[in-house]
């Protein structure tokens, strides 16, 4: 299997500051076809998660411009550029390249 | 839009099945998308469990080796999972979702709400 593994588990951020979690793959993620199977999701407490990033770095629908992301191969990063209130919660990233699908064990995004 | 619904028993016995079903509102359980079971234990990450195409085509976790049977009712628009010889371990939140195929490939884009089932006595 491969194994998701994010840093920090948790961080507390002042609204209107950055905030970056890293998420690293025990295997690359880069797929035959050139795309890379690297998703974020977001769960806020007491709701179901849902997703923000698909392919490292395409934000779905209605996902707002200050989460990006970035990474190749292993190595990725999701960043908020000016967290608010309600970016509150839990993320986690996922591999999509083979099965069984794996999720990162969580960041814990505390607001100030 | 699609929206997912979960439910069944809150509680199940050790040694018993745990039966879930996922009713898909909105859309069609036949279109060209997998549909997929996450679970969640208390104050824990997320796992998957494992998928199926309404062709009645699944993947599951081999962590659960042969207990998860994961099936499509066309008939009634939803899926179901039954998770057999459970134990504490598989007291969890579980949540259906729906997974992209064609693009967003492997992106579980639409999420139930969650269903929490506990094991106990």
């Known amino acids: 299997d491969i194994v998701m593994t994010q840093t920090p588990l948790s961080l507390s951020v002042t609204p209107g500051q950055p905030a970056s979690i890293s998420c690293r793959s025990s295997?690359?993620?880069?797929?035959?076809?050139?795309?890379?199977?690297l998703y974020w999701y977001l769960q806020k407490p007491g709701q179901s998660p849902q997703l923000l990033i698909y392919?490292?770095?395409s934000r779905f629908s209605g996902v707002p411009d200050r989460f990006s992301g970035s990474g190749s191969g292993t190595d990725f990063t999701l960043k908020i550029s000016r967290v608010e209130a309600e970016d509150a919660g839990v993320y986690y990233c996922?591999?999509?390249?083979?099965?069984?699908?794996?999720f990162g064990g969580g960041t814990k995004v505390e607001i100030k | 839009q699609v929206q997912l619904q979960e439910s069944g028993p809150g509680l199940v016995k050790p040694s018993g099945t745990l039966s879930l079903t996922c009713a898909v509102s909105g859309g069609s359980i036949s279109s060209s998308h997998w549909w997929t079971w996450v679970r969640q234990p208390p104050g824990k990450g997320l796992e998957w469990i494992g998928e199926?195409?309404?062709?009645?085509?699944?993947n599951s976790n081999p962590s659960l080796k042969s207990r998860v049977i994961i099936s499509v009712d066309k008939s009634k628009n939803q899926l179901s999972l039954k998770l057999t010889s459970v134990t504490a371990a598989d007291t969890a939140v579980y949540y259906c979702?729906?997974?992209?195929?064609?693009?967003?490939?492997?992106?579980?884009?639409?999420w139930g709400q969650g269903t929490m089932v506990a094991v106990s006595s």
């Open positions: 295997q690359s993620l880069l797929h035959s076809d050139g795309k890379t199977y």
């Open positions: 199926i195409f309404h062709t009645g085509s699944t």
């Open positions: 979702a729906r997974v992209r195929l064609i693009d967003l490939f492997r992106a579980f884009d639409i």
């Open positions: 996922k591999q999509g390249i083979d099965l069984p699908l794996t």
């Open positions: 392919e490292v770095s």
